[in-house]
Structure formats: structure tokens, C-alpha cells
């Protein structure tokens, strides 16, 4: 079975910063992975995703993510925090044959200082 | 808008009580997903429709019951509401059941048992 860890349920930055908000997985077979963001009373948003190519991977918003096999990562990053970053953020993989499930991360929820 | 409708978007009930959530997903997409997201259990997988068939079950409990309808909305049902149901629950749409679509959410139903 496949898993995502999150480290960090919290994570703050000042306006400008780099952002980081890292994830780990667990999968016994290639995996599939997603990142999504969560603002206030709305639903999830997809920010990006890898399935197979480059390893890098941009997605909206100036983010990016890279999807590391040796480290079974797949950290997001954005060069430069906007205030209007401030957010959850969900990591997510799907490897289920059978249907198109993912399993979510605990999320990371990112404040952005003035 | 995501283009995944989910009604209601606040529904405040008793215990004991049954609630029914509607969704109706995105043009053209033929997967539904439910997940239920609470602060102590993060977001976790009910269940999934494809095409009107039931495709993969997750932690739904038995008082809880799903279907997809033929012009693939789909209703979760859930019955003898406890305390512990309040979360908000969130629907999502995929075109198939590949993994590389990833999901597109609705906005939720936030269910509140009293």
C-alpha cells in the first residue's frame, strides 16, 4: 500500500522567501504524485502533478516540484512567497490499479509573513 | 468554479438523523470520488463510482452508502448521525480511472451533528 508523509504541519515564511514544503512516500511501485492547495472554505485545487518524463515539474501559480526516486520525495518549492500563498497544501500518490485513488499527506499548512 | 457541484455546501443536523449529500461532476468526467476531511483524520477516502459501478471502497463506514446515477450524480447517504461525523465532505471527478488526471474537487459539504 502506498503512503505520504509530510513533514512539518506548519510551515511560515516571510514575504519574498523561498517556500519549501516537503513530502515523502511510500510505494512498492512506481507512483503517480500531486500536489494540491486548500484555501479557506474551498475545495482542493490541483497545483501540479508527476506521472512519467521529467522529473521536474512546473505547475501554477510559479510552483514546482521534483520527483526525486532515490529519495522518495517529492518536495514543492516556489522561489518567492506571495501573500496570497497562505495556504494548505496537500501532497497526494496514487498506484491503485483497480481505480484512480489517491491517498493524501496530513497537509502543510503555509503562513507568509508581510 | 471547478465545474464539480456540490449541494448543500452547509447542512446542520441532529444525531441520529440521515443526511443526503449530492454531486454532480464535471462535464465528461465518469469517476465520482467521496472523501471525508476532518482535523483528526485529515482527508480520507470513502469511495468510488465509475460509470454507475461501484469501483473502490475505503473507510466508509456501514451506517454510510453511495451510488452514481445515470447521468452520473452521485448521492452519499449518510445515517444514524454521530457527534463524530461533523467534517466536511468533499466530492471529486476524474474523466476515467487513469491515474494521470488526478481529481477535480467540488467545494464541499460541511456537515455539522449537534
Known amino acids: 500500500a502506498q503512503s505520504v508523509t509530510q513533514l512539518g504541519s506548519h510551515v511560515s515564511v516571510s514575504e519574498g522567501a523561498l517556500v519549501l514544503l516537503r513530502c515523502n512516500y511510500s510505494?512498492?511501485?512506481?507512483?503517480?504524485l500531486f500536489w494540491y492547495v486548500q484555501y479557506p472554505n474551498q475545495g482542493l485545487q490541483l497545483l501540479l502533478k508527476?506521472?512519467?518524463?521529467?522529473?521536474l515539474v512546473k505547475g501554477i501559480n510559479g510552483f514546482e516540484a521534483e520527483f526525486k526516486k532515490s529519495e522518495t520525495s517529492f518536495h514543492l518549492t516556489k522561489p518567492s512567497a506571495h501573500m496570497s500563498d497562505a495556504a494548505e497544501y496537500f501532497c497526494?500518490?496514487?498506484?491503485?490499479?483497480?481505480?484512480?485513488?489517491?491517498?493524501f499527506g496530513g497537509g502543510t499548512r503555509l503562513m507568509v509573513k508581510p | 468554479d471547478s465545474g464539480v457541484t456540490q449541494t448543500p455546501k452547509h447542512l446542520i443536523t441532529a444525531t441520529g438523523q440521515r443526511v443526503t449529500l449530492r454531486c454532480s461532476p464535471r462535464?465528461?468526467?465518469?469517476?465520482v470520488y467521496w472523501y471525508q476531511q476532518s482535523l483528526d483524520q485529515g482527508l480520507q477516502f470513502l469511495i468510488q463510482?465509475?460509470?454507475?459501478?461501484?469501483?473502490a471502497k475505503g473507510n466508509i463506514l456501514e451506517r454510510f452508502s453511495a451510488q452514481q446515477f445515470p447521468d452520473l450524480h452521485s448521492e452519499l447517504n449518510l445515517s444514524s448521525l454521530e457527534l463524530g461525523d461533523s467534517a466536511l465532505y468533499f466530492c471529486?471527478?476524474?474523466?476515467?480511472?487513469?491515474?494521470?488526471?488526478?481529481?477535480?474537487f467540488g467545494s464541499g459539504t460541511r456537515l455539522t451533528v449537534v
Open positions: 471529486a471527478s476524474s474523466p476515467g480511472v487513469s491515474k494521470i488526471y488526478g481529481y477535480t
Open positions: 510505494s512498492s511501485v512506481p507512483p503517480y
Open positions: 508527476y506521472t512519467t518524463g521529467a522529473t
Open positions: 497526494a500518490v496514487s498506484v491503485d490499479n483497480a481505480g484512480n485513488m489517491l491517498t
Open positions: 462535464s465528461g468526467d465518469l469517476s
Open positions: 463510482y465509475y460509470n454507475g459501478e461501484e469501483r
